[in-house]
């Protein structure tokens, strides 16, 4: 008998994106053709010490990408997860959204996203750790400054390369109880979120996979769905709920 199916299992849904959920919204993914890091090497925009080498270089990255989240819309994928949110908290079910993304297409699609590598809308000081959400629009190269210590410039709240991912021990926590778990538009090569589709597998879940190919960590026990998230996602929540119901 499925763990899901068993009585003495009490429901618990996780659910991991990356950036193939907001591929279907324009939004490019960090491995395929079109390169998000547009031009730059990662280690040039994506690490604390190009911070502090050229802050000016890698706050215009980043606000470019501030600027691209007016352009793009939430697509059927992220409306399916928060329609299984919401039908989760009707039912008091316990659930969880995981992303990788620091988009905030989750968000405006109704759900409530534990984002695991920061969000484009939060900036953070470095000196007092004030954090706030700030989509402002500035011109280019203009920092803001930090509104409780004066610090002249607050940082992007995104995890770089080389700094922990954030929310680790409540992740970790629903992982181990998790019975069904769905990882949606990963490639699964970069750890700590790469090895959630393991330690879910490990707990008992019911693990279903989508993705244009093959993700790295894909086990022949998972339900493998390829294709557009924009399109597979929904159906994925229908099973998923009907398997709830069963
Ligand atoms: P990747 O670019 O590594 O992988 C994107 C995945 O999405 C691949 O498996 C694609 O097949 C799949 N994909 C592309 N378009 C899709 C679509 N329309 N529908 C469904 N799947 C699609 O992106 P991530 O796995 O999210 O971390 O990358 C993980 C982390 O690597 C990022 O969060 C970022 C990066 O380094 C940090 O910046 C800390």
Redesign the pocket.
Known sequence: MHPCHDRYHTPSIVVL?????S??SGLA????AGG?WEGHR?EQV?TPEAWHADPELVWRFYQLRRGALGEVEPNP?HAALARLEATCARQDIEFLLVT???DDLHERAGSDPTH???ELAMLRCERCAHREHNLSDLAPGQFVPCPHCNHDRLRPD????G?L?MHMDHIERRLRRATHFLS???????YP??GFLTAARAAGAHTWV??????DNLHPSDDFHV???????PRLVDELLAELEA
């Not at 995104?158 to 390369?161: L, R, Y």
């Not at 294709?227 to 996602?233: D, M, Q, S, T, Y």
């Open positions: 994106t990356g950036a193939g959920v591929a279907d993914t960090f491995r395929g998000l990662v994506a994928a990788q993304n620091v695991m590598h920061g995104i995890v770089w390369f700094e991912p949606i538009g990963t490639s699964g090569l970069v979120a790469a989508n993705s244009l190919d093959e993700p294709g557009r998230a924009a399109v597979v996602v």
